[in-house]
T-cell receptor, first 117, second 114 residues
Framework: AQKVTQAQTEISVVEKEDVTLDCVYE???????LFWYKQPPSGELVFLIR??????QNEISGRYSWNFQKSTSSFNFTITASQVVDSAVYFC??????????????FGPGTSLSVIP | EADIYQTPRYLVIGTGKKITLECSQT?????MYWYQQDPGMELHLIHY???????EKGDLSSESTVSRIRTEHFPLTLESARPSHTSQYLC?????????????FGAGSRLTVL
């Protein structure tokens, strides 16, 4: 069965601290995609990153970085020097093959991040 | 600015009423989706569509129905709303091409049934 687990329900950090959001996934597919989305208080989910199962290179984008490890089925997200604007709910998601068009996106339960000034 | 629009943003209605949540996108995306987000934040896929005249049920059983008569429009209807339908409903769309597609989400419709 396909599943995404985000064990951290809520995290609070003080501004400028680094924070890592954990994501563990389960899938029987050998080809799949992983995503992170951000949902700020306004409610609209915003895409952050997509990674396919053949690309285990870590990625850095400004203060954001992602660590993909197939051996542990994890796709963790780190925010460096957190800011108040980072306060949001963050969702990890998995897209598995449905036929050949990767239609089904399964979301984890989300981690609510609060950055305290 | 979002290219996918949901109306109404907020709706409070009484039990037994029929409601339709509207979702429109201007990006020409073939695939559209409805997710239900419960108060615990988790998102559940309730309906999706590959294109005009295509609709499929998602993982979470829902009493709602959808239609896809036009590419840009994917409304969700509840024939008789109940308090258990109280939730946030998120519409999304994506292009139709091989490989995993990034979802573009609307701002959501928050439904409260009294």
């Amino acid at each position: 069965a396909q599943k995404v687990t985000q064990a951290q329900t809520e995290i609070s950090v003080v501004e400028k601290e680094d924070v890592t959001l954990d994501c563990v996934y389960e899938t029987r597919d050998t080809t799949y995609y992983l995503f992170w989305y951000k949902q700020p208080p306004s409610g609209e989910l915003v895409f952050l990153i997509r990674r396919n199962s053949f690309d285990e290179q870590n990625e850095i984008s400004g203060r954001y970085s992602w660590n993909f490890q197939k051996s542990t089925s994890s796709f963790n997200f780190t925010i460096t020097a957190s800011q108040v604007v980072d306060s949001a709910v963050y969702f990890c998601a998995l897209s598995e093959a449905l036929g050949t068009s990767y239609d089904k996106v399964i979301f984890g339960p989300g981690t609510s991040l609060s950055v305290i000034p | 600015e979002a290219d996918i629009y949901q109306t109404p943003r907020y709706l409070v209605i009484g039990t037994g009423k029929k409601i339709t949540l509207e979702c429109s996108q201007t990006m020409g995306h073939d695939k559209m989706y409805w997710y239900q987000q419960d108060p615990g934040m988790e998102l559940h896929l309730i309906h999706y569509s590959y294109g005009v005249n295509s609709t499929e049920k998602g993982d979470l059983s829902s009493e709602s129905t959808v239609s896809r008569i036009r590419t840009e429009h994917f409304p969700l209807t509840l024939e008789s709303a109940r308090p258990s339908h109280t939730s946030q409903y998120l519409c999304a769309s994506s292009v139709h091409s091989p490989g995993a597609n990034v979802l573009t989400f609307g701002a959501g419709s928050r439904l409260t049934v009294l």
